[in-house]
């Protein structure tokens, strides 16, 4: 999709599951269940959707998702369906991996950094081999440092062999990543938690990550019970959804399941809602964008 002078494609790595409980924390079962309709296991469905930014010159991806390291009983448990080869995980935008040069990934939990290395033979190596990968500080150090509640969610193999290949990037706090990306820490689903943000030719957008992973939870409240810190989540959804409305940002979701892009309005009461991108569908090849702009709309792959 055209964004200014800048390209956006989503990549959707892969559908998966996880409890509607979780997802949700304290939002009582039949609110969102009438959202997020959950599967008999009580499961709802979500995506991994990545965000390909192209502006001046510069390639950014924004996130890596689940990777295909998974035995088949995780793959069961997590209803996990890989859509990519992580050898070509850009093939549906027309690129190969040595074109990104910049990775960012919000924090380290498995859905997020399991795509960022792969299986060479028996060796783990970048998934994107001519990267840099930004992590910020905090978020390095928690995964190396979780305690027993927040152990679960991260994997060391997932995120360890990009210190040794020497291209992890540790930031401190706000970053420009290339002219027009900005990394920006907001805490609240992992003290180093970061989002996305971008800008061309007047156009702003935000790349939510965890602070809002799908539509359903556009309402600042209504905040996952895998935060660390839920309060602080309420907080900054409240102030990014208020800007973003104000001045029309295109906002992206990373585990919408549906249409993951489109922008927030103000209702009655001061609600916020969401409105997709119209006639935005997923494209063949996991790909959603303006790359293939006359091919015709398909339904998306769940
Ligand atoms: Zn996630």
């Known amino acids: 999709m055209r964004f200014g002078q800048a390209e956006l494609t989503i990549i959707r790595e892969c559908t998966f599951k996880l409890d509607g409980g979780a997802m949700f924390g304290v939002v009582p079962r039949p609110l969102w269940s009438k959202l997020s309709p959950p599967d008999e296991l009580n499961r709802v469905t979500l995506a991994c959707n990545l965000l390909l930014i192209e502006t001046g010159g510069h390639r950014v991806l924004v996130e890596t998702g689940m990777g295909d390291r998974w035995a088949d009983r995780e793959r069961e448990r997590y209803g996990l369906a890989t859509l ?169 979701f990373d585990h919408e399941p549906g249409v993951p892009w489109g922008h927030v309005v103000v209702g009655a009461g001061g609600k916020f809602s969401f409105v997709p991108l119209a006639g935005e569908t997923l494209l063949p090849g996991g790909a959603a964008g303006g790359r293939r702009a006359g091919a015709p709309p398909q339904a998306p792959a769940v």
């Open 84 to 252: 990519i080869d992580h050898g070509q995980a850009l093939a549906a935008a027309g690129l190969v991996n040595e074109d990104v040069e910049a990775v960012v990934i919000s924090h380290l939990h498995f859905d997020h950094a399991g795509g960022a290395t792969r299986l060479d033979g028996e060796r783990l190596v970048p998934t994107y081999p001519r990267a840099r990968y930004y992590v910020q500080r905090r978020e390095w150090e928690q995964a190396h440092n979780a305690n027993a509640r927040a152990r679960a969610s991260y994997r060391a193999q997932d995120f360890q062999p990009l210190a040794e290949h020497g291209v992890l990037e540790i930031i401190e706090g706000d970053c420009q990543i290339v002219p027009g990306v900005w990394a920006r820490v907001t805490g609240g689903h992992t003290r180093g938690h970061q989002v996305v943000t971008f800008e061309s030719g007047g156009q702003k957008g935000i790349y939510f990550a965890d602070i809002m992973p799908t539509a359903s939870h556009v309402s600042p409240p209504w905040v996952m019970g895998y935060d660390h810190f839920p309060l602080e989540s309420c907080d900054v959804k409240e102030r990014w959804l208020a800007t973003a409305a104000s001045e029309g940002w295109l906002v992206v």
